[in-house]
């Protein structure tokens, strides 16, 4: 979206669409894609012996499992961290940059494919890599492993894509979920305002599906709704959104789930709430989705305060009856979420929080929280604060965003899974030149408490 706003919670689809503005990509440069059906039943089954450690695929989980206990929570170990050492320089744009759209514009995800390579993102709705033997020897490569299709229709949830969600089973097969953002002030006839500024009335976002089969180096996206991972239960509205649904963490397995976190903003506009004149029918904040089968988008459900049984529906498919059903409920404080990891010494999930104008979470600064099932997670941690990231800076006026915790030693193809000594990368925005970004890896040391 196009400019910062004085006071927000979530900040990815203000600096996805930013550059977009700016940015003019030729359609016809991009090479055509094939858009099919989404083959899960086939890919499924492709996990190797050698992934034993991961839950298997199948089908989506019946709605009446039991969900873990509140009274869990107080037990979790919580993680201290300490900066270790100076940071370091991956990525510069536009120096490093392909073309004028390849700037980090996500956070850092990383992989390693069945060769032995490493797959190094920090995407853009145009999609670069930087690949190598290891994660600090990875180089830019100019082969663009995904086009985003500008597609009209907004039932068609294939405008502008984000791959930012990674996970392999086995190097080979590799499931992306993607950031997609519908924007109507890019189509004729389907936004009014004139103000870019004003991207709650014209822009529309969800979680689409791709895959690739090749190890990563290129990606499929699939027709609607073959392509539909979450969204808001309501359609596209001329001039009134609504803003929908976004998933900005990585995908994470524990517990014979995998998860990640889903985001939103809250609808209609100047809604109050659950009560009021105005009530939402879509509740500001963040929550857990989850799946047994990455490679069936339908099968993803979402946290309903009691269970994961909310069930993403298209809209475009036909009326949707009972649509609250269909909306997660926010769990605190994952509005601020940038990635999600398995921190291994003491098996918790760990959630990189990053709040970055209202400083809701306390002075401003990295935040983790820690949890055992998802939905109960520990009071906030701070554990790097902004003064300690900006110590190094030349005189000018930055913005630091996208965040992610990513270990170079870590025992899972899709970099999940971190132990005591990972890293912290981030991105520094200049914010007199949207364009120029650097992306920055630092080491951290993680130490479990109670």
């Known amino acids: 979206m196009s400019r910062f706003l ?60 039991s969900e873990p206990s509140p009274q869990s929570a107080p037990a979790t170990p919580r993680i201290s961290a300490v900066l270790d050492g100076p940071r370091t320089v991956v990525f510069t744009a536009p120096d490093d940059s392909c073309i004028p759209a390849d700037i980090p514009d996500a956070m850092a995800r990383a992989f390693r494919d069945s060769t032995g390579t490493v797959h190094f993102m920090t995407a853009s709705s145009e999609l670069f890599q930087s690949l190598g033997p290891t994660l600090d020897t990875v180089q830019h490569s100019c082969a663009q492993a995904f086009y985003s299709d500008a597609d009209p229709n907004p039932g068609h949830f294939n405008d502008q894509a984000w791959l930012d969600s990674f996970y392999t089973l086995d190097g080979v097969n590799v499931v992306a979920l993607s950031h997609t953002e519908y924007h109507g002030w890019s189509h004729p006839g389907e936004c009014h305002q004139q103000d870019p500024n004003n991207f709650f009335f014209c ?29 808001v239960p309501f359609k596209y509205q001329l001039d009134n959104g609504p803003t929908g649904y976004s998933v900005d963490s990585n995908i994470i397995s524990y517990g014979g789930w995998y998860y990640a976190i889903a985001t939103d903003w809250q609808w209609p506009r100047n809604c109050s709430g659950k009560t009021g004149p105005h009530p939402c029918q879509v509740p500001g904040g963040g929550a857990p989705i989850r799946t047994q089968n990455i490679f069936d988008p339908s099968s993803w459900r979402g946290w309903n305060g009691a269970d994961f049984s909310v069930a993403f529906v298209d809209p475009y498919l036909g009326p949707v009856a009972n649509p609250e059903q269909h909306v997660y409920t926010p769990v605190p404080n994952m509005q601020f979420v940038n990635g999600l990891n398995v921190y291994q010494t003491a098996n918790v999930a760990v959630a990189v929080l990053w709040d970055y104008f209202d400083d809701e979470l306390g002075s401003p600064g990295l935040y983790f929280t820690t949890s055992t099932d998802m939905v109960n997670w520990t009071k906030p941690k701070l554990v790097v604060t902004l003064a300690q990231i900006r110590a190094n800076d030349p005189e000018g006026s930055f913005l630091y965003a996208y965040f992610s915790l990513i270990d170079p030693n870590a025992p899972d193809l899709s970099f999940s899974v971190i132990g005591d000594h990972p890293y912290l990368y981030y991105v520094r925005l200049d914010n007199n030149n949207v364009f120029n970004r650097v992306v920055y890896r630092q080491a951290l040391t993680l130490t479990p408490i109670q």
């Not at 099919?36 to 492709?46: E, M, W």
């Not at 190890?215 to 979450?230: I, K, L, Q, R």
């Open 203 to 231: 822009e529309d976002d969800s979680d689409t599906y791709h895959l690739s089969k090749d190890g990563g180096f290129h990606y499929e996206s699939f027709g609607a709704p073959h392509n539909f991972v979450a969204g």
């Open 6 to 65: 004085p006071v927000m919670s979530r900040l990815l689809p203000i600096l996805c669409t930013v550059a977009l503005f700016a940015i003019s990509t030729p359609a016809q440069t991009a090479p055509e894609r094939t858009i099919q059906a989404a083959p899960a039943q086939t890919v499924a089954q492709s996990a190797p012996a050698t992934t034993a450690a991961e839950p298997s695929a199948q089908a989506a989980p019946a709605q009446s499992d």
